[in-house]
């Protein structure tokens, strides 16, 4: 076990620098000029271009942003004056962090009972309840329901506010328009999965001894179908937390998705490749994680280090 969390931390590591080269390599190719203005004099553009570092060679850049990663700094944005990339992370990411973990909370909960709920009752109303429902989930886009959110609960009804992120009341909304889809996906799957556990044999034996329902249901059925469940937690984890543009420019919530969008607008090398960095390295952690639970979850798989 040892062995093979070791290996897949090295193996984190160089997935996060190959990522860093690709991206590194990608910005300096895109089209435009961080510092093109009509206002701005070839002495003043060759100023700021050697503050950044711009003027150096290529190589030169990369082994020198390589050398900040490493000690954690993303240096200077170049369109927000005197912030820094670390410094709008750190601000707009506990933001995007906050609903995520609400909308996770609420959408893997409600799809892990709506999936168990329609394959108990296969082919019943409350199959065909749950089964419209993911349907919907993930068939509409997420600004679709955001909207619709916003419109029916927010300005029809009064019941919440339909922007801001300053309270409880304020967070309910968008929470449940991000973790709609994920809710819809985990249902589909759960179900598909409690379908296809059911027929097989140690469930026959099971029913044949005489155990409960109950214990079939909750210690053979559930904790073999969520396997597949959590094989995509991994990356819908990572990218729910880090924040969704959509939703966070229709509520107005300052979350790391409204930077991510405006830096490559702006080309802004410095934000560009810091969120990037910063998504990816989640990415890979939450992925590592969900490997390492397998092991956990399903006492069949034994990790080794060979």
């Not at 993303?74 to 909308?103: E, T, W």
């Amino acid at each position: 076990m040892r062995k093979y969390i070791f290996k897949r931390v090295i193996i984190s590591f160089v997935t996060i620098w190959v990522l860093a080269t690709i991206v590194f390599i990608l910005v300096r190719l895109m089209p435009g000029d961080p510092f093109s203005s009509d206002k701005m004099t070839p002495e003043i553009k060759a100023n700021i271009e050697s503050y950044y570092g711009f003027d150096k060679p290529l190589i030169e850049q990369y082994f020198t942003y390589m050398k900040n990663i490493v000690k954690g700094d993303f240096g200077y944005s170049m369109k927000y004056v005197n912030q820094s990339v670390n410094k709008i992370i750190a601000d707009s990411f506990p933001y995007s962090f906050d609903l995520g973990m609400r909308a996770l909370s609420l959408s893997i909960s409600l799809g892990l009972v709506f999936g168990i709920i329609a394959a108990l009752y296969r082919g019943k109303q409350l199959d065909y309840v749950c089964v419209i429902i993911a349907i919907i989930g993930t068939s509409v886009p997420d600004f679709i329901i955001g909207a619709l959110l916003q419109y029916f609960f927010g300005i029809k009804w009064g019941l919440f506010p339909v922007a801001q992120y300053q309270g409880i009341k304020h967070t309910i909304l968008p929470s449940i328009a991000l973790g709609f889809y994920t809710m819809a996906m985990v249902s589909r799957l759960m179900r598909a999965s409690m379908l296809e556990v059911v027929q097989q044999d140690y469930i026959k034996t099971a029913k044949s001894k005489g155990i409960s329902k109950f214990r079939i249901t909750y210690k053979h059925q559930i904790r073999n179908a969520i396997m597949p469940v959590v094989t995509v937690l991994g990356p819908t984890v990572a990218s729910v937390l880090t924040g969704t543009f959509v939703i966070e420019s229709i509520y107005a919530i300052p979350g790391m998705g409204k930077y991510y969008v405006q830096s490559v607008q702006n080309l802004d090398y410095s934000l560009i490749l810091g969120m990037t960095i910063f998504y990816g390295a989640f990415l890979v952690l939450a992925n590592m994680i969900v490997d390492i639970l397998y092991g956990v979850i399903d006492p069949r798989i034994r990790v080794s280090g060979r």
